[in-house]
């Protein structure tokens, strides 16, 4: 049988979480696949569990992050879709027959996202595609949200989450692989960004299901090394992707989310860890300027487009951050002041 979708996994030290999101797979109901698991140099046992099992297994000798990872799963294949997957996540059999049929309904569209549940509270979402946040993130809609109809339609969105997403293998080819300079964190912000600009389509397919349990790897939600890289990914992705003219009409917009991350940053605990991303991403400005330009190349839609989709984005993620404070019982004053102002 020919191969159809190469399903890459990165692992680090995922041996806990390896067996059931393998078994999954097993059990697929569309069975034209390869599983291939790019190990990041992990030391508890993970390369000789996968030897014993039926996958395609590449093992880098250390830790090269996320993007580096997918990178040499994507490149290993040929096959004309490919499926990344986060090592803790188990699928429901009918997963890949859904999303394979949604791309072969819609060959306008290079990207398809799945509705991502809590793996522990599976009446939870943990995202139904990506939208963006104009000061320099990402944000999975529905996120801490209850399921709901709203989100059972399928539709167009801006981007998908890289923990559970198929594309096209084509597409790599036309906008690049993942950007290994932002190693973890906001890698998929920066190719759902680089997808837009050159006119590709993203859409969720929430009759495909993907229960995760989320930061398997780094260990907790927000630590020294989330806030760091996340906040060198950031400026990162503002360096890269908005020219002079595009900072200077979403400055206000920038300025109040990177206030409110470096008083997130202190809350937490972890200020030293956000001087720290701050410092790299000064280190890192010329590099990240450097590819601003060569992306320009590739751009297939105007200055103007890119930033109404961009506002676009937001709008979506910032209601979807108003549904989640209401269902917590949380005011959405500032959020309503904030859409009126920006």
């Known amino acids: 049988m020919t191969t159809a979708v190469n399903i890459v996994i990165p692992n680090w030290n995922g041996l806990r979480f390896l067996p059931d999101c393998l078994a999954s797979l097993q059990r697929q109901q569309f069975t034209a696949w390869q599983i291939t698991v790019v190990d990041n140099g992990s030391s508890d046992g993970s390369i000789d569990y996968l030897r014993t099992n039926e996958v395609k297994l590449i093992a880098l000798p250390e830790n090269r992050g996320f993007s580096a990872a997918v990178n040499a799963g994507i490149l290993s294949s040929n096959a004309p879709y490919i499926f990344l997957l986060n090592n803790d996540t188990e699928l429901p059999p009918d997963c890949l027959h859904h999303l394979l049929k949604a791309a072969d309904a819609l060959p306008e569209y290079d990207v398809f996202a799945p509705k991502m549940l809590s793996f522990h509270e599976r009446d939870m979402l943990d995202g139904a595609g990506d939208a963006f946040l104009r000061g320099g993130a990402g944000y999975r809609l529905g996120t801490m949200e209850k399921d709901s109809a709203l989100y059972s339609q399928a539709g167009p969105i801006f981007g998908a989450c890289a923990g559970a997403v198929l594309y096209r293998r084509s597409l790599f080819d036309r906008i690049g692989l993942f950007d290994e300079d932002f190693f973890a964190y906001l890698e998929d912000v920066d190719f759902n960004l680089r997808l837009n600009r050159a006119g590709g389509k993203a859409w969720y397919v929430p009759e495909a299901k993907v229960y995760h349990i989320g930061s398997a790897s780094s260990g907790s939600k927000f630590n020294p ?118």
């Open 225 to 342: 090394f989330t806030i760091r890289l996340s906040t060198r990914n950031s400026v990162y992705v503002l360096l890269k992707h908005y020219s002079l003219v595009l900072f200077l009409r979403f400055l206000p917009v920038i300025a109040i989310y990177q206030f409110c991350w470096l008083l997130f940053s202190i809350k937490k605990g972890h200020l030293r860890a956000y001087c720290q991303g701050m410092a790299e991403a000064f280190t890192g400005c010329g590099k990240m300027r450097k590819k601003r330009q060569e992306l320009c190349l590739y751009d297939r839609i105007s200055e103007a487009e890119f930033a109404a989709c961009l506002s676009k984005a937001e709008h979506a993620a910032v209601a979807s951050i108003m549904r989640r404070r209401c269902e917590q019982s949380k005011g959405n004053s500032l959020l309503r002041l904030y859409q009126r102002l920006f």
